[in-house]
């Protein structure tokens, strides 16, 4: 029964999760961890953490460690991700018979403009929902994040800064 519960919440995430991984947080803390209970805000937090640092799209790895995290198998894993991108996929596939004829649609156009603010608004509750009384930011916390933005900036290899985040971040905190 939880597999085909873990299927159709991420078959619903995917569904409904317009705007990449990060307009998508805030339906996956809102299926798995508000109205399934399958996990806490602090374990959907480090998943999130984890899904950042691995390669691949961000809600593709949640799907995957909340899949396994839930079942505490592999197909659980398997089955969540597949739930996830089957959507998108699906309309994907749609979208491209008609593209050529919907391209230079005003309407279409239109509405892709309207949607803009939305997919904000998404990410931006993504970004708040991490915001709570088990894990707010350290000051230390936003000291490491806007040294690491500044040497982005400055064009320092991406890799380079989020190993040296990482390494700070273990001996401020452990």
Same mark, same amino acid.
């Given at each position: 029964?939880?597999?085909?519960?873990?299927?159709?919440?991420?078959?619903?995430?995917?569904? $409904?999760?317009?705007?990449?991984?990060?307009?998508?947080?805030?339906?996956?803390?809102?299926?798995?961890?508000?109205?399934?209970?399958?996990?806490?805000?602090?374990?959907?937090?480090?998943?999130? +953490? @984890?899904?950042?640092?691995?390669?691949?799209?961000?809600? %593709?790895?949640?799907?995957?460690? @909340?899949?396994?995290?839930?079942?505490? #198998? @592999?197909?659980? #894993?398997?089955? +969540?991700?597949?739930?996830?991108?089957?959507?998108?996929?699906?309309?994907?596939?749609?979208?491209?018979? $008609?593209?050529?004829?919907?391209?230079?649609?005003?309407?279409?156009?239109?509405?892709?403009?309207?949607?803009?603010?939305?997919?904000?608004?998404?990410? +931006?509750?993504?970004?708040?929902?991490? !915001?709570?009384?088990?894990?707010? $930011?350290?000051?230390?916390?936003?000291?490491?994040?806007?040294?690491?933005? !500044?040497?982005?900036?400055?064009?320092?290899?991406?890799?380079? @800064?989020?190993? +040296?985040?990482?390494? !700070?971040?273990? %001996?401020?905190?452990?």
């Amino acid at each position: 029964m939880i597999y085909l519960q873990l299927f159709l919440s991420y078959l619903k995430i995917g569904f $409904f999760g317009f705007g990449g991984g990060y307009a998508m947080i805030s339906l996956i803390s809102n299926e798995i961890v508000t109205q399934r209970g399958w996990l806490t805000e602090t374990q959907l937090s480090d998943i999130v +953490a @984890v899904s950042q640092m691995t390669p691949g799209p961000i809600a %593709i790895n949640c799907a995957t460690y @909340v899949g396994y995290t839930v079942t505490g #198998s @592999v197909f659980g #894993s398997l089955l +969540a991700t597949f739930a996830c991108c089957l959507p998108p996929l699906t309309i994907m596939l749609a979208m491209t018979i $008609f593209y050529v004829k919907i391209k230079d649609n005003k309407y279409m156009h239109s509405a892709m403009t309207w949607m803009r603010p939305a997919l904000v608004g998404l990410i +931006a509750a993504a970004a708040v929902m991490f !915001v709570n009384k088990e894990s707010f $930011f350290h000051w230390s916390s936003i000291i490491i994040c806007i040294v690491s933005f !500044v040497a982005v900036w400055k064009k320092v290899n991406p890799i380079l @800064v989020m190993f +040296a985040a990482g390494v !700070v971040g273990i %001996i401020l905190y452990t």
